[in-house]
């Protein structure tokens, strides 16, 4: 019974049609032809995301919503009837066929024309995050802090595997290879990368108080990506430690046409991570230029100075003349001087004499005893005052008269 049933089981696997063997072309051909017989042309409305347009002319995006997404390309006489900038997280509707790219096999739009639709969900998302942090001051200009010309040490916030990373480092050992660098690693795409961020952003900010040396300027970078790729650095979170960072912060994520939030709360915007980091590091030989400048502006200010001193030298020399001549005509000079002060001397003491002698006639003259000797006689009080009108005494009041020749005690009887 078994070996009848296996035998009619061969039979009829032998009767069914083999199926054809394709060439991998020719399948994409014949797929790319069924979706051309099946949906084209199609009209298609979604987000746009990872636009960028190569130097050839041509766009390469995707298109995008809740659920799928997928990719487009607009070649460059497309592209060159646009009337409008496509930017990631726009609402579009495309006009276009579906088609088949067979050098990888993927499925994608051949995109003949494109309009705005309104802003995508992601896109207003940012807005309003955006118009937020803006009303709470995030954003003023007057909460930007200058990056520093020379600073003592600089912060970087990145992935280690990102390309950024190279291109920063690469920059600062050839442009400021003095200043050391301290690197904190940070997830720079997916789910984990805020908070990640965040964290690599404070303890940064612990060093820029205590390290040694203190980080002066924090470099956030990142290179190009999608809208997506580049959301991390939407984050409200990031946004407000940002904020709070006790030294400037220099945001230089993705490429000069993407912006996110926080370029817009760093303190300088880089168009590029390699950009950011010529910003904080001016070039050793920008320095040694200085310093040369420097140096001949020094050495040109002791030269005149010296040239100065050697002609106030040889003027001062002279005026000297032969130091003998000198000499004798000093001599001469203070022979002069030593007559004229003993003549003065002389005559001074002459007439000082003759003023003395003036002075001594003319205070005699003023001698009270003179008067006294004429009968005249000088009034006074107990205490020593002198009684120089009636109004002065009182009746009954001890007075004292001296005399030329002595002291008489009085008392006052009347006054008339």
């Known amino acids: 019974m078994g070996s009848v049933i296996m035998s009619q089981s061969n ?55 809740e659920g799928a997404q997928i990719r487009c390309a607009m070649f460059r006489r497309a592209a060159g009837l646009l009337d409008f900038s496509p930017r990631d997280g726009e609402l579009i509707e ?54 520093p010309v020379m600073p003592r040490a600089i912060g970087v916030v990145t992935s280690l595997g990102a390309a950024a990373l190279h291109d920063v480092m690469t920059t600062l050992q050839r442009r400021a290879p ?52 580049l959301w991390a650095f939407n984050d409200e979170r990031l946004a407000q430690a940002m904020a709070k960072s006790p030294v400037p912060i ?34 050793r030989e920008v320095w040694l230029a200085g310093l040369e400048g420097l140096e001949r502006r020094l050495k040109l200010a002791a030269c005149r100075h010296l040239d100065q001193q050697s002609q106030r030298l040889d003027f001062t020399a002279s005026r000297l003349g032969r130091p003998c001549a000198r000499v004798t005509q000093q001599q001469l000079h203070l022979a002069t001087l030593a007559q004229r002060l003993n003549y003065l001397a002389t005559d001074f003491l002459k007439q000082k004499q003759q003023d003395l002698q003036q002075a001594a006639l003319r205070l005699g003259l003023l001698d009270p005893g003179l008067v006294l000797q004429r009968g005249y006689a000088w009034l006074s009080s107990r205490d020593g ?32």
């Not at 993705?254 to 910003?279: K, M, N, Q, S, Y």
Request: hydrophobic share 45%; proline share 6%.
């Open 11 to 65: 039979e009829s696997e032998m009767s069914l049609p083999q199926p054809k063997v394709w060439r991998v072309d020719a399948l994409c051909r014949a797929v790319a032809d069924a979706l051309e017989a099946r949906f084209n042309p199609v009209l298609v409305r979604g987000e746009l995301s990872g636009f960028s347009r190569a130097a050839s002319g041509h766009c390469y995006f995707s298109l995008k919503d």
């Open 94 to 147: 495309l006009h276009g066929r579906l088609g088949v790219y067979e050098s990888r096999g993927d499925l994608q739009l051949i995109v003949e024309s494109m309009r705005q639709a309104g802003p995508g969900a992601q896109f207003e998302q940012f807005l309003k995050l955006k118009a937020k942090l803006e009303a709470q001051g995030l954003f003023d200009a007057v909460r930007k802090r200058p990056v």
């Open 178 to 229: 003095h200043i050391p660098v301290l690197l904190v690693p940070a997830s720079v795409q997916g789910g984990s990368a805020p908070e990640e961020l965040i964290q690599a952003l404070q303890k940064l900010c612990l060093l820029a108080q205590e390290g040694n040396p203190p980080v002066d300027v924090i470099l956030l970078v990142r290179g190009g990506g999608s809208a997506e790729d």
């Open 250 to 283: 220099v945001c230089g994520v993705g490429h000069e046409t993407d912006f996110t939030i926080a370029d817009f709360v760093a303190d300088l915007r880089a168009p590029t991570p390699t950009a950011a980091a010529e910003l904080v590091a001016q070039p």
């Open 385 to 416: 005052k002198t009684i120089t009108s009636v109004q002065q005494a009182q009746v009954g009041q001890a007075l004292q008269a001296t005399l030329a020749d002595g002291k008489l005690d009085l008392t006052v009887a009347g006054a008339s």
